[in-house]
Antibody, heavy 121, light 107 residues
Framework: QLQLVQSGAEVKKPGASVKVSCKAS????????VNWVRQATGQGLEWMGW????????GYARKFQGRVSITRNTSISTAYMELSSLRSDDTAVYYCARDYYDSGSYRFDPWGQGTLVTVSS | DIQMTQSPSSLSASVGDRVTITCRAS??????LNWYQQKPGKAPKLLIYAASSLQSGVPSRFSGSGSGTDFTLIISRLQPEDSATYYC?????????FGQGTKVEIK
């Protein structure tokens, strides 16, 4: 059973960058895209982008293009999400999730436990 | 981008009640609709995929239906552990988008 384990909480100043990791527990890491979704306190879920672990191809939500970079290191089954030029409204819990696909259907399963990123001066 | 609209935003129901949550897409997404449950301080958990397929391990009191633009999540007999926020998500076209969530409380 695949598990995704994320790095710990971060506190950053406005204008800085943050890099969050997501390590997969199983050999199936390269078989499916890894997505990143964030959630501000008390708010809903916001999709940010994806990486294909096998090819390194990526896709980003328009809102984050130019400010987000999603990468992977297949040798350690880990995906990364780096967000730059941080603002206070980037304060949120950031989740990684596998984009599982079969029978013509995509869905996010499983999810990492989440990483709280706080942006404060 | 495809907009997903859930209703209601919140509801309060008693144990044993039948609960219905609806999700509407701004354009047809065929049956590419997933439902997630999120409890406070926890990551979302997949309940239903492809509109009506129950994820392994999810209790059978949860069911989903719909196609095109209109979808429904039903909890047939509400249990105390079902207190959570529920989100729909379309997987028809990128960018993947979520509904705003429905908070279910137990009376």
């Amino acid at each position: 059973q695949l598990q995704l384990v994320q790095s710990g909480a971060e506190v950053k100043k406005p204008g800085a960058s943050v890099k969050v990791s997501c390590k997969a527990s199983a050999d199936t890491f390269s078989s499916y895209d890894v997505n990143w979704v964030r959630q501000a306190t008390g708010q809903g879920l916001e999709w940010m982008g994806w990486v294909n672990p096998k090819t390194g191809n990526t896709g980003y939500a328009r809102k984050f293009q130019g400010r987000v970079s999603i990468t992977r290191n297949t040798s350690i089954s880990t995906a990364y999400m780096e967000l730059s030029s941080l603002r206070s409204d980037d304060t949120a819990v950031y989740y990684c999730a596998r984009d599982y696909y079969d029978s013509g259907s995509y869905r996010f399963d499983p999810w990492g436990q989440g990483t709280l990123v706080t942006v404060s001066s | 981008d495809i907009q997903m609209t859930q209703s209601p935003s919140s509801l309060s129901a008693s144990v044993g009640d039948r609960v219905t949550i609806t999700c509407r897409a701004s354009q047809s997404i065929t049956r590419n609709l997933n439902w997630y449950q999120q409890k406070p301080g926890k990551a979302p958990k997949l309940l239903i995929y492809a509109a009506s397929s129950l994820q392994s391990g999810v209790p059978s009191r949860f069911s989903g239906s719909g196609s095109g633009t209109d979808f429904t999540l039903i909890i047939s007999r509400l249990q105390p552990e079902d207190s959570a926020t529920y989100y729909c998500q379309q997987s028809f076209s990128s960018p993947w988008t979520f509904g705003q969530g429905t908070k279910v409380e137990i009376k």
